[in-house]
């Protein structure tokens, strides 16, 4: 049943993908501004222009130039950048680890820090404690992530030179160093939403009956918490990270572009300004795919946590 | 109780993973940020310096690139036959040694710098340098094929000698081949084919590539074989790109780079005073104007052109965009360059000339007209708002017409605006290139139609091609000079202001400097420990 549905949405990935990059690739040439003028720079002739129009096939029609993308794309060729002049799919092959890693650590990270002061909050409701963590939660919600970004690298870049200040760094220790604090600038984005739909759902799971009769059958609190709080609480808090995390994968430029990663949203915003189109269609592609597995991934994980959801 | 005791062991995770991490993070990175010395006097080798720009290159091929960003970088790879002195006003041998030219001023000899080798070990000869100043105009479509225009033929009498044959009498040859896109690459790409060249490329400059990881970072060490012995001084550069102008300072503030390009003109007199960096504001050859398209019947009247001009209080400018750092500009030409011309009487503010200059225009109640500005470019945003208060006096309304910046481009290049802020550098230091394009009309002009404004005077025209054939200096500036000054009376754009080029780099850098035509070369330049 399972397998059969992950299927059938992977087959209507297709689709959905394609629609995406149609309704980009139009949207894109309607807006005016030439690659050519920003390739050849302010002295160009309009006889350079035109034969730098005339060597990439942007003299064509829309529509032919959309086909033949769409050509190179069932060859599995994603064309060749304008201003790099390399395949569109090798720049983006060195981008997509930075972008998904950034997503992942800040995803992982916003789960440490929403669980544990969720649980203490849903625990304590109404005291002191559970006040503090949902005014701090709702102070985080306010915050930009460009400012949050810029404070934790000034704080633990600058005033205490704890992490890198900005950069993907080198070899695997550079990256995870490099990575930490724009996944923390993630996930202090993320935790208070995460943080307060977990602790609504564990109230709500903790107040119900099954865990008042697990508790009078002398189940221990732990049990309680983790095996009947968490495990119902943790349904409606899969679907706020997977809708956190598909926002977040076009929201990524702000995080890369503060701390100069080299990722997929950095490239995508001077693709965008330089009308460098083939990088343009592919990183839609790559993004819209992303976007899809992770709302995939959501629906498969709420089926596998609530045996009543059924897929189909 | 239980429950209590987990939760809150469960909340601690949370503080305990920053904590590991943290700490973790101390171990690499506390030893830069604490390791300030002050500067040594004696030259130091050694070390690699990291230097942040706002954007990544985009090719290794310098006759393909017309961003700066590329340009700049292939100038420390590959080297032309000259190179211009420090104050930008005369040129130097660099790959050739001397030339001569011939009786009939139509072929130029160059004599080649014996000794040079590639950074493959490769010696270079004429061969070389006769291969690589002809793929400039291989293809209509490179970027600078109108710089060797006028160039009719190579040849390679010996190993060590080239003919540059010209199909006129061309004055800025010398200077054109000190441009970075006829820097020397072996001939026939050293036996491979164009792509695979290309990925590794190779050249005579102090530095080669290690490593480019396109759209981030380029990677160079020093070359081994540079023929400048002893030199250069670092074990490599790497040229970072950091799009955010708060990064680049904070990087540089951290010690993780060495030299931040181009700071928030907002930050450039705090960071004058910071101990450990060095604030430089270097002579350029920007000039910023407003041009006028004189496609627009208002335009095509001198006397609204000139009220415009008269009207802007350029001071006040040069105080609202560039915090001061900036001066007014009385020529398209800045002083930076040799055929500047200090008396060049270029219209300054003053509302009283400004009306009576409007009176005597065919629209003496004013007009309406738009301004293209580049949105999100604050600096345009800032200098439309003062244009737009400014001109109101003389009764022309001015909308701002917000556009991101690859349409302004476009629209800027194929005239497609009424005012609109260009500017102009130049790449070379003869004036040929900057007067040809920002001032020269009509048929002769080689694309940009005097930079789009369709300014057309015959006179200017005449003097500009004169100065192209003529190979007397003084002659040729006596020419310049009269162009800047019939520009000051008829002027196609009002000239606002001179701006240099400024840098933040560490105290520990030394010998950087950077050239009016915003290049950089790093054979000198080392690092104190």
């Given at each position: 049943?399972?397998?059969?549905?992950?299927?059938?949405?992977?087959?209507?990935?297709?689709?959905?993908?394609l629609?995406?990059?149609?309704?980009?690739?139009?949207?894109?040439?309607?807006?005016?501004?030439?690659?050519?003028?920003?390739?050849?720079?302010?002295?160009?002739?309009?006889?350079?222009?035109?034969?730098?129009?005339?060597?990439?096939?942007?003299?064509?029609?829309?529509?032919?130039?959309?086909?033949?993308?769409?050509?190179?794309l069932?060859?599995?060729?994603?064309?060749?950048?304008?201003?790099?002049?390399?395949?569109?799919t090798?720049?983006?092959?060195?981008?997509?680890?930075?972008?998904?890693?950034?997503?992942?650590?800040?995803?992982?990270?916003?789960?440490?820090?929403?669980?544990?002061?969720?649980a203490?909050?849903?625990?304590?409701?109404?005291?002191?404690?559970?006040?503090?963590?949902?005014?701090t939660?709702?102070?985080?919600?306010?915050?930009?992530?460009?400012?949050?970004?810029?404070?934790?690298?000034?704080?633990?870049?600058?005033?205490?030179?704890?992490?890198p200040?900005?950069?993907?760094?080198?070899?695997?220790?550079?990256?995870?160093?490099?990575?930490?604090?724009?996944?923390?600038?993630?996930?202090?984005?993320?935790?208070?939403?995460?943080?307060?739909?977990?602790?609504?759902?564990?109230?709500?799971?903790?107040?119900?009956?099954?865990?008042?009769?697990?508790?009078?059958?002398?189940?221990?609190a732990?049990?309680?918490?983790?095996?009947?709080?968490?495990?119902?609480?943790?349904?409606?808090?899969?679907?706020?990270?997977?809708?956190?995390?598909?926002?977040?994968?076009?929201?990524?430029?702000?995080?890369?572009?503060?701390?100069?990663?080299?990722?997929?949203?950095?490239?995508?915003?001077?693709?965008?300004?330089?009308?460098?189109?083939?990088?343009?269609?592919?990183?839609?592609?790559?993004?819209?795919?992303?976007?899809?597995?992770?709302?995939l991934?959501?629906?498969?994980?709420?089926?596998?946590?609530?045996?009543?959801?059924?897929?189909? | 109780?239980?429950?209590?005791?987990?939760?809150?062991a469960?909340?601690?995770?949370a503080?305990?993973?920053?904590?590991?991490?943290?700490?973790?993070?101390?171990?690499?990175?506390?030893q830069?940020?604490?390791?300030?010395?002050?500067?040594?006097?004696?030259?130091?080798r050694?070390?690699?310096?990291?230097?942040?720009r706002?954007?990544?290159?985009?090719?290794?091929?310098?006759?393909?690139?017309?961003?700066?960003?590329?340009?700049?970088?292939d100038e420390?790879?590959?080297?032309?036959?000259?190179?211009?002195?420090?104050?930008?006003k005369?040129?130097?041998?660099?790959m050739?040694?001397?030339?001569?030219?011939?009786?009939?001023?139509?072929?130029?000899?160059?004599?080649?710098?014996?000794?040079?080798?590639?950074?493959?070990?490769?010696?270079?000869?004429?061969?070389?340098?006769?291969?690589?100043?002809?793929?400039?105009?291989?293809?209509a479509?490179?970027?600078?094929?109108?710089?060797?225009?006028?160039?009719?033929?190579?040849?390679?009498?010996?190993?060590?000698?080239?003919?540059?044959?010209?199909?006129?009498?061309?004055?800025?040859?010398?200077?054109?081949?000190?441009?970075?896109?006829?820097?020397?690459?072996?001939?026939?790409?050293?036996?491979?084919?164009?792509?695979?060249?290309?990925?590794?490329?190779?050249?005579?400059?102090?530095?080669?590539?290690?490593?480019?990881?396109?759209g981030?970072?380029?990677?160079?060490?020093?070359?081994?074989?540079?023929?400048?012995?002893?030199?250069?001084?670092?074990?490599?550069?790497?040229?970072?790109?950091?799009?955010?102008?708060?990064?680049?300072?904070?990087?540089l503030?951290s010690?993780?780079?060495?030299?931040?390009?181009?700071?928030?003109?907002?930050?450039?007199?705090?960071?004058?005073?910071?101990?450990?960096i060095?604030?430089?504001?270097?002579?350029?050859?920007w000039?910023?104007?407003?041009?006028?398209?004189?496609?627009?019947?208002?335009?095509?009247?001198?006397?609204?052109r000139?009220?415009?001009?008269?009207?802007?209080?350029?001071?006040?400018?040069?105080?609202?965009?560039?915090?001061?750092?900036?001066?007014?500009?009385n020529?398209?030409?800045?002083?930076?360059?040799w055929?500047y011309?200090?008396?060049?009487?270029?219209a300054?503010?003053?509302?009283?000339?400004?009306?009576?200059?409007?009176?005597?225009?065919?629209?003496?109640?004013?007009?309406?007209?738009?301004?293209?500005?580049g949105?999100?470019?604050?600096n345009?945003?800032?200098?439309?708002?003062i244009?737009?208060?400014?001109?109101?006096?003389?009764?022309?309304?001015?909308?701002?017409?917000?556009?991101?910046?690859?349409?302004?481009t476009?629209?800027?290049?194929?005239?497609?605006?009424?005012?609109?802020?260009?500017?102009?550098?130049?790449d070379?230091?003869?004036?040929d290139?900057?007067?040809t394009?920002?001032?020269?009309?009509?048929?002769?002009?080689?694309?940009?139609?005097?930079?789009?404004?369709?300014?057309?005077?015959?006179?200017?025209?005449?003097?500009i091609?004169?100065?192209?054939?003529?190979?007397?200096?003084?002659?040729?500036?006596?020419?310049?000079?009269?162009?800047?000054?019939?520009?000051?009376?008829?002027?196609?754009?009002a000239?606002l202001?001179?701006?240099?080029?400024?840098y933040?780099?560490?105290?520990?850098?030394?010998?950087?400097?950077?050239?009016?035509?915003?290049?950089?070369?790093?054979?000198?330049?080392?690092?104190?420990?």
């Open positions: 049943m399972l397998v059969r549905y992950v299927g059938r949405r992977l087959l209507l990935m297709v689709p959905v993908a629609g995406v990059t149609l309704l980009v690739f139009f949207s894109i040439h309607m807006v005016p501004g030439s690659p050519a003028y920003t390739f050849l720079g302010p002295h160009a002739s309009h006889k350079a222009v035109a034969a730098f129009n005339q060597e990439w096939g942007l003299n064509r029609s829309l529509p032919v130039q959309y086909w033949l993308f769409l050509d190179r069932f060859h599995g060729n994603l064309g060749d950048s304008l201003f790099y002049q390399s395949s569109v090798s720049l983006i092959a060195t981008r997509v680890p930075v972008t998904l890693s950034l997503l992942t650590g800040g995803a992982v990270l916003s789960v440490l820090i929403a669980v544990p002061f969720a203490l909050a849903a625990t304590h409701p109404g005291k002191l404690i559970d006040q503090v963590i949902r005014f939660s709702t102070a985080g919600l306010g915050m930009p992530s460009f400012w949050i970004g810029t404070t934790l690298i000034i704080l633990l870049g600058l005033v205490f030179p704890l992490f200040v900005g950069g993907y760094g080198n070899g695997l220790w550079g990256h995870v160093d490099s990575m930490f604090l724009p996944c923390l600038t993630i996930a202090i984005s993320i935790a208070p939403t995460l943080l307060r739909s977990l602790r609504t759902s564990l109230i709500d799971a903790l107040g119900s009956d099954y865990v008042a009769f697990a508790r009078a059958k002398g189940v221990s732990r049990t309680v918490l983790y095996k009947y709080g968490f495990r119902n609480a943790t349904i409606s808090a899969v679907s706020v990270l997977g809708i956190n995390i598909g926002f977040l994968v076009g929201g990524t430029v702000v995080i890369e572009n503060v701390f100069a990663l080299p990722g997929l949203g950095q490239l995508m915003i001077t693709s965008i300004l330089d009308r460098d189109f083939p990088i343009v269609q592919g990183i839609t592609l790559i993004f819209s795919v992303i976007v899809i597995l992770v709302y991934l959501t629906d498969v994980a709420y089926a596998l946590l609530d045996p009543r959801v059924r897929l189909g | 109780m239980r429950i209590n005791r987990s939760t809150i469960l909340a601690s995770v503080v305990v993973v920053l904590a590991t991490t943290t700490v973790a993070g101390a171990v690499g990175h506390g830069a940020a604490s390791s300030a010395k002050s500067a040594h006097s004696t030259i130091q050694g070390g690699t310096l990291v230097f942040d706002g954007s990544d290159i985009i090719s290794l091929d310098p006759t393909q690139v017309s961003d700066n960003e590329s340009i700049w970088a420390c790879i590959y080297e032309p036959l000259y190179k211009a002195t420090q104050n930008g005369e040129l130097v041998p660099d050739a040694t001397s030339y001569s030219l011939s009786a009939n001023k139509l072929s130029w000899t160059f004599n080649l710098r014996h000794g040079v080798k590639f950074s493959n070990g490769q010696v270079m000869t004429s061969a070389d340098v006769k291969f690589s100043i002809n793929r400039v105009a291989a293809k479509s490179n970027p600078w094929t109108f710089i060797n225009a006028d160039i009719a033929s190579i040849t390679t009498p010996s190993k060590y000698q080239v003919v540059i044959n010209t199909k006129t009498p061309w004055a800025p040859l010398q200077a054109d081949m000190a441009l970075f896109a006829n820097g020397v690459i072996p001939n026939n790409y050293a036996g491979e084919t164009s792509s695979v060249f290309w990925a590794h490329p190779i050249g005579t400059g102090p530095f080669m590539v290690k490593q480019w990881i396109k981030n970072e380029l990677e160079l060490v020093k070359n081994p074989y540079y023929w400048q012995k002893g030199k250069p001084y670092l074990d490599g550069v790497n040229f970072v790109s950091v799009p955010d102008d708060n990064t680049r300072l904070l990087q503030e010690g993780s780079a060495q030299i931040d390009e181009f700071p928030a003109w907002s930050q450039v007199s705090e960071l004058s005073s910071k101990p450990g060095t604030m430089t504001l270097f002579p350029s050859s000039t910023q104007f407003l041009g006028f398209n004189e496609q627009i019947k208002y335009f095509k009247d001198v006397h609204v000139l009220a415009i001009s008269y009207a802007i209080d350029r001071a006040a400018i040069i105080k609202a965009v560039l915090f001061g750092h900036g001066t007014v500009a020529s398209q030409v800045t002083p930076a360059l055929d011309d200090a008396s060049t009487p270029g300054q503010y003053n509302l009283t000339t400004a009306k009576k200059q409007m009176a005597m225009s065919a629209y003496p109640k004013g007009f309406s007209t738009k301004l293209l500005v949105s999100g470019n604050q345009e945003l800032t200098m439309g708002q244009v737009q208060s400014e001109l109101a006096p003389l009764g022309i309304k001015v909308t701002l017409q917000e556009v991101n910046g690859a349409q302004e476009t629209l800027q290049d194929e005239s497609e605006f009424q005012m609109s802020f260009l500017y102009d550098t130049t070379i230091i003869d004036p290139e900057l007067m394009f920002a001032a020269a009309g009509g048929p002769g002009a080689q694309g940009t139609h005097a930079e789009f404004t369709n300014y057309d005077n015959t006179q200017v025209n005449s003097l091609n004169q100065a192209e054939h003529v190979l007397s200096m003084s002659a040729r500036k006596a020419l310049y000079d009269k162009v800047q000054l019939i520009l000051a009376q008829d002027p196609p754009m000239y202001f001179y701006q240099p080029f400024a933040a780099y560490s105290s520990k850098v030394h010998n950087f400097f950077v050239y009016p035509t915003g290049n950089y070369h790093f054979e000198n330049v080392w690092l104190s420990k």
